[in-house]
């Protein structure tokens, strides 16, 4: 190193300076090792260092490193010598950031762990797609991630390998334990290290897993929903069962023990081994839950928080305000600090008054007080008379200007600060342009002006037209130079005014606030004088020292010291940038030694760079230093600096009694310094505090467990003057008993006024009086809050523990946000996280402050180092601290928001996080462990029994919760009722009355008819379809048929064929071609289940059953017998069946539920012909009506509305195939404009994709014709509870193109019955209420107001169809519930399915479901149908078509949907309602449970890169506004959750798909 100072660093090229800088910071923030730092730097300057003779510079290097290093000895060692050798390390401090560096920490850090050790904790790490979060091509060279998507063999093998790799270096658990202890970074033992060293992807741990999971049912059913949907686009639309279950099959296994237990998942499923490892890791015994914290009671909760009995409390005698020595009287002081300057500008001109360096560290510029003087004097009088006009000057005085220069540039600061001092206009120092909320401090202050240099204004981003920008959220600025070229030298005769020191504004210093917002705090010309004056006494300053400032010089100490006090004592300043510091850390030590300077400015960080820089120079000395004013030693952690600075320097002459921490805050100014002690006397002690009492506020010398101390220094004493109380920091400022944690609060001349512009605020600051216990004002002397955190000790020192914006109050207990930045730091990090760049806050979710703390993770971390570190922070604060932590994030290398001086913005940081903008790429949260004020879980208690008193049509005093359509009785038909009891029969009857009336329309994707079919032509082909049944395929009545059709007439004429024949058709969605294996199984399953002995289709799906493709999904040699109806013998039927009673079956309806459950429901001729009947009477459709259908015509009320009413009422049917959209999505609209549709009928899927395809197209629609104004009613065909928000869109959208805000309203049917309501021309307008979601979870309704907290809107599903009876019913009683009350819908009507078909025939089932009847209160004994889903009536003030009043029926959703957690019931959409509001990138959401976790899934519609922003988000809302924590956060591609036909989610396949690791999800996170 020695030829390099000769050469000298700034003979070297920039850049090579810059990275040599860059380095060096690298270093002194611990992110480089020691070694890797000599070799960097080496090979930068190989180039340039000149060759030893003969001697390989290789060799060279070496002798270079070769430096005698002090003992870097080994833990034991160490530990046992003295602590001066203890921290006469080599450099390889670099381990560990020294700002917190507190060895007794660390050691307590790395107890808290190895006691975890024993407890083996096994947490199972989140699973993460590879292509996610590419950081830097570091990732090329990581091994492959264990955990990627699939999980063969071979993986299994190498993670076996891996955690016996890792079990040896476990063996020793100690082994970086003791590394982190010596603080060398070289021994890499642990770097395999997978998450904790549990390895628990073994195949042998996984049996243990397994052991554990309970597997019922060993006859695992065959697997049909292996889909893995790998496109981004969704699948088109599939019906998928799971494993298997068809309603009644299964006589052995209940529902409840396939959601318990692993069934029907590949055992060596990855992802329930984690489930497991997460199951295991919740049972842990955990912190104990807060008494009572509230009671979620029927109405509201209740807080109720219960101190802990056991909780340390103040003891000592209530303070007494501490008073600082007197303020001396000098009699040369002079009477303003203007008048300084004016002094030494005109006697001393020639007196150094501040020296600037250049980037190398070497003094480039000494302003002398002569130029000081006259050059502010120039700019006062510039800013006086030269801006502006004569009668109309720009500035008066008291006006406020902001000062806005670079941190390199303190002379042109110094003389635009003390120009506006002598123009008595009131400078406003801020940070170089830019952030918004320095904006909001220019509008509070009224600011119009900004002064700053030429270099800076220049650097200024500007318009097109070269005027500066208008930054976001600033007031408009006139900008002004005050380069010396530009100001006007003021006349002789004009001086400026100059008077005593008053309570008029001085200057404004910006501070800004924990929220991060930026105030100013006013200080008087007296408080700048007195606090000048206070300063000079506390620190003996006289005239001519030189002082040292690395601090920022536009506020705080570096300003007090360095601009102000500085000219008071006519003092010589060397000011350090903070830019120089980054190149060249050790430049303050070198100006020290240079000037002889006997005071010094500094932070901890500057102690710390320059011990890690300290050996590039051998022959600094720093005897000359008086004092070594430490400006952050209120910090807790700053102890440790000063002790390892000092005994590192004490060798160069720096006396212990030296070094001076002090306290400071922009509101109070300085509140304590240690005075500079007399040599040899013995230095002040130290405090050692218990955490636990410093938690509650409590001085505790600490004796129990010395891993939770906290040591800390004194600031030394109150400032001369000055007089100091500690209040209590919450509430009335009462004063705090000698042993208790206060506020400190001063009182003096010397302290900030006011925050400018801010009245309210100001109050409760700057003007406190103190109370008793009592509450009585003490004295009537008003003190200013300090923002400080402390006590005054014996001998009246004053120590500082934490600021009030570090303050997290979480559960009633305070932790400080530096102490836990301390701890995360103290876990052995080098690998994973940069040191001085982690961020701790608290954000209120759920009734109580949670801990968040951020990182920034290195390039180079892998998974497996990230999350271990991580899960060891999260032990260690847990152990220390006693709290848990709720969310850990590691984002990547710098990109967490900076603060201009280069630390971490926190509230910008915490405002990203709660806007989930902060991009993570490891996160790990912990919500089981930290939220423990959960209400209890609810016990069910007993409901209403046949004991309750009924009176008449009352329960309990309300009326019963009944409805009912209009009475098919009374309502008179033609006479085709009477004559044709048949479908089959209508249609002969209208192939000979109107024989070329066209019944049906089919349209392709441009909308043009491809086919047709009237009423002949119909029953023609019916025939031919029928006579090839009974010839080919041998069929005899009642035999079943599988109808295998796309969309359109084939199928309609298939379906009368077989009536035709006497066959039972049975209607199936055709299989995807694209996705035979996720579709096929589903046939396979319907044929199989309904015993079909034929089944027809056309040519192309024949071939299809029969290909190879399709050999790979299915066995199909044992397909029944196929036949295509594509060409048809022209052969007459010899007779049409005629079914000898109404009862007897007519088809099978196969449906599979959202929740997987495969269901086959029997409907009877008398029932088709009764639903044909209810629907033409509640529509009015009749033979010259046209309605447009645009729906999946296999099951429900798609399939009858497709097939079977046109036929039973005559109207003609358009139909379109809801998979011809994909290809024009104004197909279906066009249509009903062209046709002039009155009623048309759709799905959800239908409705979404016109609502988000042609959303932003309505002007386009327009300008083709297209207009919706015929439209009288748009019904959307489904089988849950209303979408309100789609529905109102989808309105509100086509307004413009003519659709009536009435026409849209939804039906409701379900399997037992498949129309119960549909909302038809007559009768009230659908209505809508608003229902409390806390009472819906305990199964009550209770109606509110529009915008009321946890409201949910419903709306009414359409109006009950004529013949059709419903009641709300109590499922577990079976007894009949009140008005307005949630129970189970039951049905009564003539079109009731007539049961399950089902392969064992469970009667049970069957009369359970479709033949119940009330436990009490019905003399009638009525048979009800049970519907499965939860719903209520609510009377309404409306008028129903038969004059009485209306009752509306809300249905709420399906029971067997329904998540029972807590004792609570929730529906799945209202959490995911939740969820996909959190954030706009989340595409689709869909909830589900697995042994009793809540799983979320959501879609990212965003980039990769924000899918664990969502993880803390969704986390937050479901415990917000659901009371349950999420289990696991899993977030996919868009188009994974599976959606069927109907646009309903089949959440129980994604559950399998999950299960059995076929989603190939982007992240997994598992929640702690």
């Known amino acids: 190193m020695a030829e390099l100072a000769a050469a000298g660093v700034s003979s070297l090229p920039r850049e090579v300076r810059e990275q040599l800088a860059e380095l060096e910071l690298e270093l002194s923030e611990g992110d480089i090792t020691q070694k890797g730092y000599e070799k960097k730097r080496a090979k930068l300057l190989a180039p340039y260092v000149p060759q030893t003779q003969g001697v390989d510079p290789v060799l060279q290097k070496e002798s270079r490193t070769q430096m005698p290093v002090p003992s870097a000895t080994p833990a034991s060692a160490s530990s046992s010598s003295s602590s001066s050798s203890k921290f006469h390390r080599a450099r390889s401090g670099g381990a560990r950031d020294e700002r917190y560096r507190s060895d007794i920490h660390t050691e307590a850090v790395q107890a808290a762990l190895a006691k975890h050790k024993e407890q083996k904790m096994a947490l199972p790490m989140p699973t993460k797609r590879r292509s996610t979060f590419v950081q830097s091509p570091a990732d090329a060279c990581t091994p492959p991630d264990t955990s990627s998507a699939s999980e ?198 020639k007196c150094p008054c501040l020296t600037a360096l250049d980037v190398t560290g070497k003094p480039v510029y000494t302003l002398t007080y002569g130029k000081l003087w006259s050059r502010s004097l120039k700019l006062a009088y510039t800013l006086l008379n030269k801006l502006g006009t004569k009668n109309e000057p720009v ?43 320095i904006g909001f401090l220019l509008g509070s202050c009224g600011i119009a002006l900004a002064l700053t240099t030429e270099v800076c204004l220049k650097g200024l981003p500007k318009t097109q037209n070269g005027e500066i920008v208008q930054f976001k959220g600033w007031p408009r600025l006139k900008w002004v130079v005050t380069d010396s070229k530009y100001l006007s030298k003021s006349p002789k005769d004009w ?51 030189t002082i040292v400032n690395v601090l920022d010089f536009k506020k705080d100490a570096g300003l007090w010291h360095g601009i102000l006090t500085n000219v008071m004592n006519k003092l010589h300043t060397i000011s350090v940038p903070y830019s120089v510091m980054k190149t060249c850390p050790l430049s303050w030590v070198q100006r020290v030694h240079a000037h002889k300077a006997k005071v010094a400015l500094v932070k901890c960080r500057d102690l710390h760079w320059a011990m890690m820089a300290h050996r590039d120079q051998r022959d600094v000395s720093l005897s000359s230093l008086r004092m070594l004013i430490v400006t952050d030693g209120a910090n807790p952690w700053s102890v440790s600096s000063c002790d390892a600075f000092l005994s590192l320097f004490q060798s160069h002459g720096l006396k212990p009694e030296a070094i001076c921490p002090c306290a400071t805050s922009p509101e109070a100014m300085t509140i304590a310094i240690r005075r500079p002690g007399v040599p040899g006397a013995p230095l002040p002690g130290r405090a050692i505090l218990s955490m636990n009492g ?48 206060g506020e400190i609060c001063v009182s003096s001349r010397a302290g900030g006024m006011m925050y400018y512009g801010l009245a309210g605020v100001t109050k409760n600051t700057f003007e406190v009086i103190p109370v008793n216990s009592a509450g009585s004002p003490v004295g009537d002397v008003p003190f200013v809050r300090s923002g400080l955190l402390g006590f005054v000790g014996p001998g009246s020192l004053v120590f500082v523990v934490g600021k009030m914006d570090g303050l997290l109050m979480v559960s009633g207990r305070r932790h400080n946000a530096d102490d836990i930045v301390a701890t995360g730091l103290a876990v052995e990090s080098i690998k994973t996280v940069y040191r001085g760049r982690i961020a701790v806050f608290s954000v209120s979710v759920f009734y109580d402050e949670r801990i968040v703390v951020v990182a920034e993770q290195r390039p180079d971390a892998s998974e497996e180092d990230s999350f271990q570190w991580m899960s060891r922070v999260l032990q260690a604060i847990d152990s220390i601290h006693q709290v848990g932590v709720y969310c850990l994030a590691l984002v990547p290398a710098n990109t967490l928001p900076k603060t201009p001086l280069g630390g971490i913005h926190i509230s910008q940081t915490k405002q990203h996080f709660l806007e989930g903008s902060l991009h993570p790429c490891n996160i790990l949260m912990c919500p089981h462990t930290c939220v423990t004020n959960l209400p209890k879980p609810r016990q069910k208690q007993p409901g209403v029994g046949p004991a309750s008193v009924m009176v008449g049509n009352l329960v309990a005093g309300k009326r019963i919760a009944q409805a009912s359509g209009r009475d098919l009785g009374q309502i008179e038909d033609n006479d085709l009722v009477k004559k044709h009891q048949f479908l089959t029969e209508v249609l002969q009857w209208r192939a000979q009355a109107t024989p070329d009336h066209p019944l049906f ?151 599979v539920s959202t929740t997987g459950m495969l269901t086959g429901v029997k409907m009877s001729h008398a029932a088709v012909s009764g639903l044909c009947r209810a629907i033409k009477l509640q529509c009015e459709l009749y033979s010259s009506r046209q309605i447009a259908i645009c729906l999946d015509p296999y099951c429900g009320l798609g399939f009858v509305l497709w097939c079977l009413c046109s036929v039973y009422s005559g109207h ?69 509870r209303p979408r309100v928000s789609l529905t109102h869109s989808f309105s509100k959208l086509f307004k413009d193109i003519g659709l009536s805000s009435r026409a849209v309203s939804t039906t409701f049917g379900s399997r037992v019955n498949v129309a119960i309501c ?9 209505t809508t209420v608003y229902v409390d979601l806390k009472s819906l979870r305990h199964d009550r309704v209770r109606l509110v107001e529009r915008g009321a907290p946890q409201s949910l809107l419903l709306s009414e599903s359409g109006k009950i169809l004529p013949g059709v009876k419903v009641i709300i019913v109590n499922p577990e009683t079976k007894g009949p519930l009140g ?29 359970d479901h479709f033949n119940t009847r009330l436990s009490f209160g019905d003399a009638a004994q009525t048979l009800w149908a049970r519907t499965g889903y939860l719903g209520f009536v609510r009377r309404t003030e409306l008028t129903a078509a038969s004059g009485e009043r209306h009752d509306a029926l809300y249905v709420v959703g399906a029971l067997d949907e329904t998540l029972e957690l807590r004792g609570l019931r929730y529906h799945p959409i209202d959490i995911e309602t939740s969820v996909s509001r959190t954030h706009r990138s989340i595409a689709e959401c869909a909830v589900f449970t697995w042994t009793n976790l809540l799983v979320v899934v959501v879609e990212l519609c965003g980039c990769e890169q924000e899918a664990l922003d969502l993880v803390p988000l969704v986390t937050n809302v479901v415990l917000e506004e659901h009371y349950l924590i999420v289990g696991v956060v899993v977030v996919v591609d868009p188009g994974v959750i599976p959606i069927n036909s109907r646009g309903e989610k089949q959440r129980m396949h994604l559950r399998d798909s999950f299960l059995a690791d076929q989603l190939d999800p982007i992240y997994v996170a598992y929640n702690m």
């Open 395 to 437: 500035l008066k005085p008291g006006d406020r200007v902001a000062l806005v220069y670079p941190n390199n540039d303190p002379v042109m600061f110094m003389v635009a600060f003390y120009g506006c001092l002598l123009a008595e206009v009131i400078p406003v120092p801020i940070e170089d342009a830019g952030g918004q909320q």
């Open 1212 to 1280: 003609q049917s358009i139909l379109i195939p809801p998979m011809e959209l994909e290809s024009n999505l104004f197909l279906w609209l066009s249509t009903v404009s062209q046709y002039k549709i009155r009623d048309t009928f759709c799905s959800y899927s239908v409705m979404e994709l016109c609502t988000k395809g042609l959303g932003n197209q309505v002007e386009m629609l327009k300008a083709r014709g297209i207009n919706l104004s015929c439209v009288r009613t748009c019904v959307v065909v489904a089988e849950e």
């Open 1379 to 1407: 008005d307005s009350h949630l129970g189970e819908i039951w049905v009564n009507s003539p079109h009731t399915a007539s049961g399950y078909y089902t392969i064992y025939d469970n009667e049970t089932l069957q009369a």
């Open 1001 to 1151: 329309l089919l349209l392709n994707a441009k909308g043009t008819t491809v086919c047709t079919a009237t009423c002949l032509q119909l029953h023609k082909k019916a025939e031919r379809i029928a006579s090839v049944l009974c010839d080919r395929g041998h069929l005899n009545a009642g035999d079943n048929v599988v109808l295998l059709y796309p969309p359109g007439i084939e199928l309609i004429t298939a379906f009368y064929g077989c009536l035709y024949a006497g066959c039972i058709p049975v209607t199936v969605r055709p299989p995807h071609a694209q996705s035979l294996t996720a579709t096929l199984p589903t046939v396979r399953m319907i044929v199989e289940v309904s015993k079909a002995a034929c089944i027809l289709t056309t040519q192309t799906l024949m071939r299809l059953l029969k290909s190879r493709e399709a050999a790979a999904a299915v066995d199909v040699k044992t397909w029944p017998t196929i036949i295509d109806t594509d060409d048809l013998p022209r052969k007459r039927l010899s007779q049409i069946y005629k079914p000898p009673t109404p009862e007897m079956l007519a088809y099978l309806d196969f449906s």
């Open 1318 to 1326: 549909l909302q038809g021309t007559s009768g009230p307008d659908p």
């Open 152 to 349: 063969d063999e071979g993986s299994l093998r190498r993670q076996a390998a891996l955690s016996a790799a890792l079990h040896q270096s476990l063996q020793n658990a100690e082994s970086w334990i003791n590394r982190s202890i010596q603080g060398s970074s070289t021994s890499s033992s642990a770097s395999s290290t997978l998450s904790h060293g549990e390895g628990k992807g073994t195949s042998g741990s996984l049996a243990d897993v397994f052991a554990n999971t309970r597997i019922e049912n060993f006859s695992v059913p065959p697997d049909v929903t292996a889909t893995t949907s790998s496109s981004s686009a969704r699948p088109a639309a599939i019906d998928l069962p799971p494993s298997g279950i068809v309603k009644g099959m299964h006589k052995g296994s209940n529902r409840s023990s396939l959601m318990d237990t692993a069934d029907g998942v590949p055992v060596s499923s990855r992802v329930s081994t984690k489930i497991q490892q997460l199951l295991n890791t919740l049972k842990r015994p955990k912190r104990p839950p807060l008494k009572e914290f509230f009671v979620d009671d029927f109405e509201e909760i209740v807080e109720v928080p219960q101190p802990d009995p056991n909780q340390p409390k103040p003891e000592g005698r209530q303070m007494t305000p501490v008073k600082g020595e007197p303020l001396g009287v000098v009699c040369n002081w002079p009477p303003a600090l203007e008048a300084a300057l004016q002094r030494w500008g005109t006697t001393q001109a």
């Open 495 to 545: 001086q400026p005014n100059i008077s005593a020191a008053g309570t008029e504004p001085a200057y404004i210093e910006y501070k800004t606030s924990k929220e991060g917002s930026v105030m100013g705090v006013t200080v008087s010309r007296i408080a700048m004088l007195s606090h000048c004056q206070a300063l000079s006494q506390a620190c003996n300053y006289s005239e001519g020292e």
């Open 694 to 741: 410093l938690s509650f506020g409590v001085i505790r010398v600490n004796t129990e467990d010395k891993n939770s101390a906290l040591t800390v220094q004194d600031v030394g004493h109150v400032m001369p003057g000055g007089m100091m109380c500690i209040v209590k920091p919450d509430g009335p400022p009462q004063l705090c008993k000698t042993d208790e944690i």
